[in-house]
């Protein structure tokens, strides 16, 4: 077998008919092609045989006595250990209402007697492979899931143990440009507060790091929160670069949601300091927060008039250390956004952005409407 095909050699066929010939041609066709093959002459039975060692993929009969295939099919699709099998029902009639209900019972294809053996080989491997890719495919998942959720607790773990040591080196560099203020040239000057800046910016990657691993861990307890409260609460955490910058920000009256509020606070302050933030210093911010309703969602929009970005910049800003500039053009750690990206989808919403270079930009999300529930999982 070449990398990349399917295996269907080690794979058993439950066939389940009241007539024995149909069971031995069905048996010999599929047997013929290296399919091991379990023969039924009843649901019950078939059930049995399923449930205690679910076969690879079932053909099932629609008449059978005692209950028919329809209700074999509904029973073994309530039932998490034998919903996953493929059920492919077989049958004389050729009524399009048989097959429908065969479809809505939980079957997955129709196979019409007599027999036509290439066509029951077809059906039956094709079922065969579109389940093993199904269960590779969440196999990868998983595996990406786990993959995923190990690299932020290494990503934790290490952001968490430097910071005690990033400290102490900008603690010490700190004393030794007080100590020596007057007896240092202005190069060695520089050369420390070049340490001591570098130290801050490498805290503020950790901090940042920190945060974004910790998205998922921190206490999932949703509550209701009046987003007018996170807006007071972000203009006051952002009032010196408000004043500083002499920043016009309007916003409506916003709604109250069902969301983490430590979490929403990050989402409104990320994403309006960055309006602040990416406009050119001879222009002075303007920020317009406006909410709208659709369906059972809120649309939130943050806009800004600052240096906009390119249209083939507007899906990477979103991943972690995406920046379009130097640190030295307009500081930041590239989190920001990635941030506030995991926080919406922790709240079933998206989060996306428009822009015009020169004109500004408009980041977008949504938020689920004020519900009864408590956690989000
Ligand atoms: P940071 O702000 O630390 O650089 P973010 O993740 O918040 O990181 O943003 C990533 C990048 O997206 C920024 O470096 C910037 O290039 C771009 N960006 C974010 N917000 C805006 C905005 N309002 N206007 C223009 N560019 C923006």
Redo the contacts with the bound molecule.
Sequence with gaps: MSHGQIDLSTDDILVIDDAPDNLRILSTILSNRGFRVRKSLDGRGAITSAKVNPPSIILLDIRLPEIDGYEVCQILKADPNTSHIPVIFISALDDISDKLKAFKSGGIDYITKPFQEEEVLVRVETQLKLQKLQCQLIQHNNDLARFNRELEQFAYVVSHDLQQPLQTMIGFAQLLALKHQHNLDETSHEYLQGIIESGRRAQQLIQDLLSYSQIEHQAQKLESVDCNLILAEVLNNLQTVISAKNVHLTSETLPVITGNKTQLIQLFQ?LIE??I??VPSNRSPHVRLTVSKQDCEWLFEVR?N????QSE?LEC?FEVF????TSDE?P???????ICKKIVEFHNGRIWVQ?QPNIG?S?YFTLAELSNEGTNQ
Aim: aromatic share 12%; proline share 0%; charged share 15%.
């Design positions: 990320n960055n309006a933030k990416f800004d600052g240096i906009g970005i910049d800003i995406q920046r379009l500039h307009y930041g750690t590239g989190i920001g956004l990635a822009s930009s980041f």
